[in-house]
């Protein structure tokens, strides 16, 4: 029999210091290795450069995909996380095509929110055509709340991030009105290396348009805010403008 895969996690990539495990500024998911990516790499560059702490967990390791295995996605999805320079990265041992919020997968993924104790966390948009990606929604808008819960043999203390932003990485084509889109005007390139880190889902693909398809998305929510490039950002809760010299 095959050992079960265990919780994958490469410790502090960017400085290579001890292991990075509290209060970070922003923990992203997403169902598969190149969704985060795809979605915010441009927001997530632009983050760091201003000294943001992020940490990037992929719910699933992805496969099985035609032209992947196991090992080549642990290997690109380092390769990505170094080229946005995040500080850490998880890949759990849920199950691709089987994602779903069921409470051993809702307490892992609590565990992942209670350990990094994150102020925002994003998640999966909440309508998409791959059940993985509206399963992984599911999955982290209850981990949240579990993440919170006193009187459990859970790891670490109890934790609940006060945002919750949602990401557009979507196999439908959505037609989306997004709550604010973030200028990435300066890390598009950036966000488009890391995402060809992922060799074996957009450059072994003959014909692939999937990177075109991105540039283009990208440049398109940028011209919505007058900039070059942006990425959309979504939320279901309002929010608020504490300083109102933003407006103006």
Known sequence: ?????????????????AALNAKVDVLAFGAHPDDVEI??????ASMKAKGAKIVVCHLTDGEPTPFGNHNIRLKEAER???????DDYVILPLKNRALQDTLPARRKVAEVIRKYQPATIFAPYWVDAHPDHWGACQLVEAARFWAKLV?????????????????????????VQPSFIVDTTGYHEKKLAAVRCYESQFIKKRGSKALEHIDIINKFFGTMIGTQSGE????????GVKDPRVLF
């Open 1 to 17: 029999m095959k050992p079960k895969k265990k919780i994958i996690t490469f410790e502090t990539l960017a400085s290579g210091s």
């Open 39 to 44: 979605a915010i790499g441009g927001t997530i």
């Open 80 to 86: 990505a996380a170094r080229v946005l320079g995040i």
């Open 151 to 175: 009187k459990t043999d859970m790891k670490y203390d109890p934790w609940y991030p006060s945002k919750l932003y949602y990401h557009l990485c979507s196999h439908l084509r959505p037609n």
């Open 232 to 239: 959309p950002f979504f939320s279901k809760e309002n929010l």
